[in-house]
């Protein structure tokens, strides 16, 4: 893998474990029945994201499905955050008078987050198929960690999308282990190209 590549896949990993560290404090603090501090949150996802798209754009060329999953789970998601960040707050501010319209804008921001979930998980499948061709040891079991991960992600949360489907929660822990896997993955990516005498 070319010396650049390798760079935007770590900055790829990064992002993605910085995003997994930030659902993963969401819930928590949500179920100790806390309230999540949702700025400083979606800002920093909105940030990351930012980043993950980026990076999937740039590993294109050599990567199509898996970057193709990266940048569209990236751009999805600075959306779907991005909604809640710009939104939430005026319509919850305005009370009973707009409740119908934060209900809509709530059931986008579902849509968008699953539809990156699925996103992401495609990423997994892609990067999970080449290492377990190629990969030995535990880059194989990350592969096929990835791709279990992925498989699931695909599945919850294309269900997810379909109204009145209670998955939310599955749905979106399974596309945060996939995304845990592909940074993961992105990491054991690279000694397994050098193997290949990959340039």
Do not use: C
């Not at 990266?70 to 409740?99: D, H, R, S, T």
């Not at 996103?119 to 592969?143: C, H, M, Q, S, T």
């Not at 996939?178 to 050098?194: C, G, K, M």
Request: aromatic share 6%.
């Amino acid at each position: 893998m070319h010396t650049n590549l390798i760079s935007t896949a770590r900055i790829a990993a990064i992002a993605l474990l910085v995003t997994v560290a930030t659902q993963i404090i969401y819930i928590t603090v949500s179920e100790m029945g806390g309230t999540p501090n949702r700025p400083v949150i979606w800002s920093t996802e909105v940030l990351a994201f930012i980043v993950i798209a980026i990076s999937g754009l740039a590993l294109l060329p050599a990567r199509p499905l898996l970057g193709a999953g990266i940048a569209l789970g990236g751009m999805l998601n600075v959306i779907q955050a991005g909604v809640g960040l710009a939104m939430f707050p005026p319509l919850l501010e305005a009370g009973e008078a707009l409740a119908p319209a934060f209900s809509a804008v709530l059931a986008a921001a579902f849509l968008l987050f699953h539809a990156a979930k699925v996103a992401f998980g495609v990423a997994a499948i892609a990067i999970a198929r080449e290492l377990w061709n190629a990969a030995r040891g535990p880059a194989k079991i990350i592969g096929a960690l990835a791709g279990l991960t992925g498989l699931a992600a695909v599945v919850l949360n294309a269900l997810a999308i379909v109204p009145d489907m209670d998955l939310t929660f599955p749905a979106g822990a399974a596309g945060t282990a996939a995304a845990l896997f592909i940074a993961l993955a992105l990491v054991a990516l690279r000694p397994v190209a050098e193997q290949q005498g990959e340039p």
